[in-house]
């Protein structure tokens, strides 16, 4: 079901001059402003920035620019600083068969990492096909991003690798592959005269909502509605709004919530997480070219909530986290990965406390069934009419790992949880 155009003007913010830096040898010209440097004073607001960096051959038989290159990268290089990394690719048809590995130079220490892999296989983190932020043209193909700390050097590889499938040689690499640093950030850019009357006083967090009193056991039974938790609006975590497209698009109501995982890895510390987010939002818009952040909801290891895509968060905003299905859902990402690594007990609290509050606000119960329309995928035709959990994984609507199987073993727990707080 296609989501409909609320009008609205984004919000604006001041802009803010990036230090002169001089890009590294290798570097094309930054796809967004310098990186800055992270001396700013504790609490200051300092911009975010992109470099993009053009791969090349590897491989001594291959000239540079030559298509079809089994192995393709970036020697050890110095660069401005960032802490996430990404590779991304012209055409988000174009699947990546193969192994993407980074190593980075810590800024604090200027040691150099281990070689760490990124997630290839991110396209089923998308707006559904033939819709209109789909088909904007400014969509690549890209790996999940990978949370790797403040940084100032990097070394990457790109190797090809078989289709699955096939037993023939590797699949060529998709072409126009570039390596994406992404600085976060400082803080959250201060509002101007142009901004919103709405979003100019917002709070950086919405304070938790106490539960409705019980019904009595006469009473006739009430809509089940957990109590809304804490929230942390994109204005506590920072957000850039100048990034996003203008206004909002939402679809009807919420039907499912799928959860996801931000494969970003696990080395971040909770204080951390707004720069974590920052870095999605941004890998999301600028590096992706997406309208906006992906997810309509995040939670950190701590068990802390944020607000995703903007648009009001009991609102139901159509967001790009599952292929086919982002009509009448959710996207919830857990910031880590969970393919071995178990969730925290908090992360799995948070994630029931926010469904039981938000399919509640639309008369969905957590432990139920419902059915959703796909809008195409690698699992179900476009239009088949599908039976998912209210609280579902990314991989109960696409093939994918998503969200890793620690921690989708763990949704039953989610579904009990969040009923409980339903008062059911």
């Known amino acids: 079901m296609r989501g409909f155009l609320a009008s609205s003007t984004g919000v604006t913010c001041a802009a803010a001059l990036a230090l002169p830096l001089a890009p590294p040898a290798a570097a094309a010209t930054s796809s967004a402003p310098p990186a800055t440097s992270s001396t700013a004073r504790p609490g200051a607001y300092a911009p ?65 990492s281990g070689w760490q892999e990124l997630e290839t296989h991110n396209a089923d983190h998308a707006a559904d096909p033939g819709t209109p932020e789909s088909a904007s043209g400014h969509v690549r193909g890209a790996t999940a991003p ?28 998709p072409a126009g592959l570039r390596l994406e640093l992404v600085d976060p950030g400082e803080g959250a850019p201060p509002p101007t005269n142009r901004a919103q ?23 006739k039974a009430g809509p089940h509605i957990g109590p809304r938790p804490s929230i942390t609006t994109r204005r506590g975590w920072g957000a850039d709004e100048k990034l996003r497209e203008k206004g909002f698009v939402y679809t009807k109501k919420v039907k499912t919530a799928f959860v996801h995982h931000s494969a970003t890895g696990n080395n971040y510390r909770c204080s951390q997480a707004p720069s974590v987010i920052r870095g999605i939002h941004r890998y999301h818009v600028r ?52 393919s071995s690594k178990k969730p925290s007990s908090a992360a799995l609290k948070a994630i029931a406390r926010l469904t039981a509050w938000k399919v509640g606000l639309y008369g969905m119960n957590p ?53 409980h707080y339903q008062g059911r």
């Open 287 to 338: 590096s992706t070219g997406w309208r906006d952040l992906g997810y309509n909801f995040l939670v950190d290891k701590c068990g802390r909530i944020y607000e995703g895509r903007a648009g009001g968060v009991s609102k139901p905003v159509l967001g790009a986290h599952t292929l086919g299905f982002n009509s009448n859902s959710m996207g919830i990402a857990v910031l880590g990965t969970y």
């Open 146 to 173: 990978l949370w790797v700390g403040e940084s100032d050097g990097v070394e990457v590889r790109v190797r090809a690798g078989h289709e699955p499938g096939t037993a023939r040689s590797a699949s060529p690499l």
């Open 197 to 219: 009357p709405q979003t100019r006083t917002e709070p950086s967090v919405l304070p938790a909502l106490p539960a409705p009193p019980a019904l009595g056991a006469r009473q």
């Open 48 to 112: 975010g920035g992109t470099q993009s960096l053009p791969l090349a051959p590897l491989a001594r038989d291959r000239a540079p620019g030559a298509p079809g290159a089994v192995e393709q990268g970036l020697r050890r290089s110095d660069v401005r600083r960032f802490s996430l990394v990404g590779v991304v690719w012209d055409s988000p048809a174009t699947e990546l068969h193969g192994h993407v590995e980074v190593r980075t130079r810590a800024t604090a220490t200027g040691a150099w």
């Open 367 to 419: 432990r139920g069934k419902t059915y959703l329309k796909s809008g195409g995928g690698n699992l179900y035709r476009k239009g088949k009419k599908v039976r998912l959990n209210v609280i579902s994984g990314h991989r109960d609507g696409f093939a994918t790992n998503c969200p890793g199987t620690k921690l989708y073993a763990r949704l039953g727990t989610a579904r009990s949880k969040a009923a």
